[in-house]
């Protein structure tokens, strides 16, 4: 037989007891010997996989913020793929013990803040969704604009998001408590409202969807609609229309992920409401398997979202290449040779043989006892006489230059024949 335990309260043939369902209906613990193997286990694969996406998503969009300076919309998808890891890494772990257990054995603060969290991410990042709508909607009404934010103004804004975000969700908080199941000394992690805020949790069961699901949703998928119109608009110059097929890209990115926010997350809105309002209307609750199926796909959002931005951004997929390049080079770069220094020379040197490897080969010759040393002193003089014009290239005397020279020095050269006849004229002749 089929059973559930709403609140570890365990109802045989799908039949339940509504009270019980209704008040201590904040973990669902399955019976059954399938579900109670695969949603814990499909559960661990989405924290797994979706933790390591938006680990790397994150790590690009860290590294593009450290080249340029961090916008608004950078700045609110890096808090969404944030919230989504928080939620992927404290949250869907403890939701996957609870559904394989019968009992509670995580002790009472993750009873009191288990869903408390679960809600203020979910929370947080439809509140950034509504944000980052109405920046991208600016953004696309004037492209050309430079719009400088500082960075203390983004940090006021996500902390004020966070803060608006866990405080929404507080009953979950305040309202859980760890009690005993009758007959059994097992502990019960169960959902009870007290007699005196009955009145607050029945606004608060209409308010409370409205506030973090319907109102910022819309609003987000509004400006999104208004943005994509603008941003169709055609352009004359070609800056504007650079920066306009910028905008729609980026346009068409945003509203992937607000969309399929939207649609994943709105049957466990259904179930949410449908329980609460189930013992006022006095009508039938929830099936077992759409309560638990509309927890798995809410927890899906979480690694759908960096998926989207893969998709949809080309800045993001250059930006993931890039990481993916760094990693890989790092694990397979050869190690790199010391650079040249007085400790370290540019090549390897040969290692120094020993003595007894010389043994065998002939004396060294020196300069002085080389045959060559007195060929290479002749032709070393021939070339200083040839430079001097007494000799040729062969070593022989030229006659005409030996008959000069001896005529010149025996004074014996006649004055017509003279070819410097001022060195032999008187003075006073000259002067005459």
Not at 99 to 109: A, C, I, N, P
Not at 148 to 158: A, C, D, F, H, P
Not at 199 to 224: E, G, H, I, Q, T
Request: hydrophobic letters at 45%; proline letters at 7%.
């Amino acid at each position: 037989m089929d059973k559930l335990q709403d609140g570890n309260v365990s109802v045989p043939n799908g039949t339940l007891n509504r009270r019980s369902f209704l008040e201590k209906g904040a973990y669902q613990h399955l019976q059954q010997g399938d579900l109670k193997v695969l949603v814990p286990v499909g559960l661990g694969v989405i924290s797994v996989l979706g933790f390591i996406a938006n680990a790397t998503a994150v790590g690009v969009l860290v590294g593009n913020a450290r080249k340029s300076k961090l916008s608004l919309i950078n700045a609110l998808i890096l808090n969404l793929l944030l919230a989504d890891g928080l939620l992927l890494a404290f949250a869907v772990p403890f939701k996957a013990t609870a559904y394989s257990r019968e009992g509670w054995t995580l002790g009472l603060v993750v009873c009191k803040t288990c869903d408390w969290f679960v809600h203020s991410c979910m929370a947080a990042k439809s509140l950034t969704v509504a944000i980052m709508a109405n920046a991208c909607y600016r953004y696309v009404s004037n492209p050309t604009k430079q719009v400088t934010i500082r960075l203390k103004t983004i940090v006021v804004v996500l902390l004020f998001t966070w803060l608006l975000a866990c405080a929404l969700p507080l009953p979950h908080w305040l309202f859980m408590s760890l009690q005993k199941e009758d007959g059994a000394e097992r502990l019960l992690c169960v959902f009870e409202v007290p007699p005196e805020a009955r009145k607050f949790m029945s606004f608060y069961v209409k308010a409370y969807p409205l506030v973090a699901f319907c109102a910022p949703l819309s609003l987000a998928l509004l400006y999104f609609w208004r943005a994509y119109g603008r941003s169709q608009r055609r352009c004359s110059k070609t800056q504007n229309l650079r920066a306009q097929i910028r905008t729609r890209k980026l346009t068409l990115m945003l509203f992937g992920l607000t969309v399929a926010m939207a649609t994943m997350w709105l049957p466990q809105w259904v179930a949410w409401v449908w329980m609460r309002h189930a013992e006022d209307s006095d009508g039938p609750v929830p099936p077992v398997l759409f309560a638990v199926a509309a927890q798995c796909v809410m927890f899906a959002i979480s690694l759908a979202n960096p998926l989207i931005v893969l998709a949809l951004s080309e800045e993001f997929r250059e930006g993931y290449k890039g990481l993916w390049r760094r990693l890989t080079l790092r694990k397979h770069a050869p190690k790199q040779q010391p650079k040249p220094g007085p400790h370290a020379p540019t090549a390897p040197r040969s290692p120094t043989p020993r003595p007894e490897a010389f043994a065998h080969l002939p004396p060294r010759i020196t300069d002085e006892s080389r045959p060559d040393k007195q060929q290479e002193e002749q032709q070393q003089q021939q070339e200083e006489e040839e430079s001097s014009g007494n000799v040729n290239k062969d070593g022989i005397v030229l006659p005409d230059v030996e008959q000069f020279w001896h005529e010149r020095e025996s004074g014996s050269m006649s004055h017509e024949n003279d070819p410097i006849p001022w060195e032999h004229q008187d003075p006073k002749e000259g002067k005459q």
